[in-house]
């Protein structure tokens, strides 16, 4: 009887820690899921205005101002927190002031440089391709890594949970993706499945996404079982353990800044004169460069179209 009472209260203990270690990982995942839901996957396409949308000075008032486009790759107001801090240094380099001119989708980004609405625009290495093709856009400059190389690559990602380790355990399951004008989502379905041996109808489901943050989510919260996104997000994760790369695409040019074939020169130099005077390793650029979007605190180098010619051989 007395063995029996001290190992009825040993269980209560065990079972008392165990009940309070599952409370604490449900309350640091909820945490996490609210505070990644609230400041990264905001898709309404409502955002509030933040210190990156300071009202301009009066000396850069009276410049004429200069738009350029972006294609939706993230929700707006990632894309405006991150973007429209370089294009306020920018204005404060050159004679221009430049805004940020949002797009609802791939597409609508080239048609507005196209159309003379923008004067450049951050396009994806895919979408850049094609608008090469069809408009003779051009590219100009290209971000820099942190390696300090104008190379980036796609992961395909799971939870450190999953039974999920190689890309053939995608068989029966299900699979978001990110637009289907990226480079990320045709270089899994197109350049990798035919390598396995795996067919799209092998899949339980496969669905693209409009942000690669909502990509993300709907992995981490587990509605899908992998997911294809951008390595550096991944790495820039607040809970980066809780993810596991399961394939590396080969590096691939970071994606360009671009031009229609009439820019105005004026522009454009001004564009790149204050862009490649960024220096990652300068600590006094570290500091003007901690608002910006992650993809270009490292710098920028010139840009030619011959640099995606890599990207042409995996096709589409």
Same mark, same amino acid.
């Not at 945490?31 to 949308?53: C, D, M, P, R, W």
């Not at 092998?202 to 709907?218: G, K, R």
């Given at each position: 009887m007395y063995l029996n009472k001290i190992d009825f209260s040993r269980l209560k203990m065990i079972t008392k820690k165990l009940v309070t270690v599952l409370i604490l990982m449900f309350v640091t995942a909820s945490v996490f899921t609210v505070l990644f839901y609230k400041y990264s996957l905001n898709i309404s396409g409502?955002?509030? =205005?933040?210190?990156?949308?300071?009202?301009?000075?009066?000396?850069?008032?009276?410049?004429?101002?200069?738009?350029?486009? &972006?294609?939706?790759?993230?929700?707006p107001n990632i894309i405006y927190r991150g973007y429209q801090p370089l294009l306020n240094y920018m204005t404060s380099k050159t004679g221009y002031r430049f805004e940020l001119k949002l797009s609802t989708d791939y597409s609508e980004a080239v048609r507005m440089l196209i159309n003379g609405e923008t004067a450049a625009a951050f396009l994806g290495s895919y979408v850049y391709l094609d608008a090469h093709k069809q408009y003779g856009v051009l590219p100009i400059l290209k971000p /820099?890594?942190? #390696? *300090?190389?104008?190379? $980036?690559?796609? =992961?395909? *990602?799971?939870?450190?949970? $999953? #039974? /999920?380790? #190689? /890309?053939?355990?995608?068989?029966?399951?299900?699979?978001? /993706?990110p637009s289907k004008e990226s480079f990320s989502a045709n270089w899994l379905i197109r350049h990798e499945f035919p390598k396995y041996g795996i067919n799209y109808s092998d899949l339980a489901s496969a669905d693209n996404f409009p942000h690669h943050q909502s990509v993300i989510y709907q992995v981490y919260n587990s509605y899908y079982d992998a997911g294809v996104t951008r390595e550096f997000l991944v790495k820039n994760l607040p809970n980066r353990d809780s993810i596991r790369v399961i394939l590396y695409s080969d590096p691939i040019p970071t994606s360009p800044i671009v031009v229609?074939?009439?820019? @105005?020169? $004026?522009? =454009?130099?001004?564009?790149?004169?204050?862009?490649? @005077? &960024?220096?990652?390793? #300068?600590?006094?650029?570290?500091?003007?460069?901690?608002?910006? @979007?992650?993809? *270009?605190?490292?710098? *920028? &180098?010139?840009? $030619? @179209?011959?640099?995606?010619?890599?990207?042409?051989?995996?096709?589409?």
């Amino acid at each position: 009887m007395y063995l029996n009472k001290i190992d009825f209260s040993r269980l209560k203990m065990i079972t008392k820690k165990l009940v309070t270690v599952l409370i604490l990982m449900f309350v640091t995942a909820s945490v996490f899921t609210v505070l990644f839901y609230k400041y990264s996957l905001n898709i309404s396409g409502e955002y509030k =205005v933040s210190n990156a949308a300071v009202p301009p000075s009066e000396a850069d008032l009276k410049k004429p101002l200069v738009y350029i486009g &972006v294609i939706s790759r993230y929700p707006p107001n990632i894309i405006y927190r991150g973007y429209q801090p370089l294009l306020n240094y920018m204005t404060s380099k050159t004679g221009y002031r430049f805004e940020l001119k949002l797009s609802t989708d791939y597409s609508e980004a080239v048609r507005m440089l196209i159309n003379g609405e923008t004067a450049a625009a951050f396009l994806g290495s895919y979408v850049y391709l094609d608008a090469h093709k069809q408009y003779g856009v051009l590219p100009i400059l290209k971000p /820099l890594n942190e #390696n *300090f190389e104008p190379y $980036s690559r796609t =992961v395909l *990602f799971t939870k450190r949970s $999953s #039974n /999920l380790y #190689n /890309l053939k355990d995608l068989k029966g399951r299900r699979l978001a /993706l990110p637009s289907k004008e990226s480079f990320s989502a045709n270089w899994l379905i197109r350049h990798e499945f035919p390598k396995y041996g795996i067919n799209y109808s092998d899949l339980a489901s496969a669905d693209n996404f409009p942000h690669h943050q909502s990509v993300i989510y709907q992995v981490y919260n587990s509605y899908y079982d992998a997911g294809v996104t951008r390595e550096f997000l991944v790495k820039n994760l607040p809970n980066r353990d809780s993810i596991r790369v399961i394939l590396y695409s080969d590096p691939i040019p970071t994606s360009p800044i671009v031009v229609a074939p009439n820019f @105005d020169a $004026s522009i =454009v130099s001004a564009i790149k004169k204050s862009l490649m @005077d &960024v220096n990652g390793r #300068n600590p006094a650029y570290q500091i003007i460069t901690k608002e910006w @979007d992650s993809e *270009f605190i490292y710098g *920028f &180098v010139e840009a $030619s @179209d011959s640099d995606y010619n890599i990207l042409r051989q995996i096709g589409k």
